[in-house]
């Protein structure tokens, strides 16, 4: 087996599945927005350029991006491959990536838009222990929270327009990816629309 690229919308189960996918391959995940905080944090050389972008709030170039993707898949954990989250974004990344490791695998959690959005809209936390409850599947007891007391906490961006919009620029991102991906013959659509262990079972089977 070859690198996996795992895509999946905000809100459709991504980070679960790629834990299961990690404890089944034993491939070490990648998460570019993880390393790039891990490389400032350091102050290696490429944390440093990328900082200076990131304290301008611009995006940060894709040279500096792939050059910390190539430091990281030299490491001994990656010798049998990674599993990339969240990465490529574009085309131009994933014909660089290309040219650095071989990709087996580009899986895609599929959920649609308006349950996305009622995942997303739905989720509550409770401020003093962090537990997350949801409106309709996991409502807060009639009892309060486990901890004793419940605050409620919602996120300001957890809202139908901004929900919608971060799906819109999802979308238009990763679209021309999957074409690109799909004219390869690595491209797989899997179902996030189902119970988590149905989910699992499929990317597993398509991994085997």
Known sequence: MGSIVLFGPPGAGKGTQAQRIMEHTGLPQISTGDMLR??????????????????????????IILALIEERIKEPDAANGVMFDGFPRTVPQAVALSEMTS??????????????????????????????????????????????????????????????????????????????????????????????NEITADLLSLLE
């Not at 350091?42 to 940060?60: F, Q």
């Not at 959920?111 to 537990?131: H, K, S």
């Not at 949801?134 to 961006?157: I, L, Q, W």
Request: hydrophobic share 30%; charged share 30%.
């Open 38 to 63: 891990a490389a400032v944090k350091a102050s290696t050389p490429v944390g440093i350029e990328a900082k200076g972008y990131m304290d301008r709030g611009e995006l940060v170039p894709d040279d």
């Open 103 to 196: 990709i087996s695998h580009v899986l895609a959690i599929e959920v649609p838009d308006e349950r996305i959005v009622e995942r997303i809209c739905g989720r509550t936390t409770c401020g003093r222990c962090g537990i997350v409850f949801h409106d309709t599947f996991n409502p807060v007891p009639s009892s309060g929270c486990p901890c004793g007391s419940y605050e409620e906490k919602r996120r300001a961006d957890d809202n139908e327009d901004t929900v919608l919009n971060r799906l819109h620029a999802y979308h238009l991102q990763t679209s021309p990816l999957a074409e690109w991906y799909e004219e390869k013959g690595l491209f797989h659509r899997v179902n996030g629309d189902r119970a988590i």
